[in-house]
Nanobody
Framework: QVQLVESGGGLVQAGGSLRLSCAAV????????MGWLRQAPGKEREFVAA????????TYADSVKGRSTISRDNNKNTVYLQMSSLKPEDTAVYHC?????????????????WGQGTQVTVSS
C-alpha cells in the first residue's frame, strides 16, 4: 500500500509555469507505476501524464503534450509534473495516482491509489 501527498499547486497567470510534486509514503515506491490526473469542476477526471516504474517510459494527454514533463526520483519517493505555457483550461485539481502494475498509462480507472489532490488555477 502507498499513501500519496501532492503539493505545488497554486494560482498562476496564463503562460506561466508550475511544478507539482507527489510524495509517496511506502517502502516500495519504485514498484509503482505513477500517473497524474486532473478534474475540473463539473467534468470527469481525466488523464494528464504517466510514468513507468523506472521512469523509462512516459506518456501524455494530447492536451498537455509538449507543455508538460513527468519525472520521478525513486530515491526520494517522489513524482513530479512540470507544466509550462499554462492555459485557463488547465485549471483543475491535480491528483497523482499509483498502481503496482508495471504500466497503467492513461487507463485512469485502473490506478489503485490516489492522493487528495492539489488545486491549480490559471488566470487569463
Amino acid at each position: 500500500q502507498v499513501q500519496l501527498v501532492e503539493s505545488g499547486g497554486g494560482l498562476v497567470q496564463a503562460g506561466g509555469s508550475l511544478r507539482l510534486s507527489c510524495a509517496a509514503v511506502g517502502r516500495t515506491f519504485s514498484m509503482y507505476a505513477m500517473g497524474w490526473l486532473r478534474q475540473a469542476p463539473g467534468k470527469e477526471r481525466e488523464f494528464v501524464a504517466a510514468i513507468s516504474r523506472d521512469g523509462g517510459t512516459t506518456t501524455y494527454a494530447d492536451s498537455v503534450k509538449g507543455r508538460s514533463t513527468i519525472s520521478r526520483d525513486n530515491n526520494k519517493n517522489t513524482v513530479y509534473l512540470q507544466m509550462s505555457s499554462l492555459k485557463p483550461e488547465d485549471t483543475a485539481v491535480y491528483h497523482c495516482a499509483a498502481d503496482p502494475a508495471r504500466w497503467i498509462g492513461a487507463r485512469v480507472a485502473e490506478y489503485a491509489y490516489w492522493g487528495q489532490g492539489t488545486q491549480v488555477t490559471v488566470s487569463s
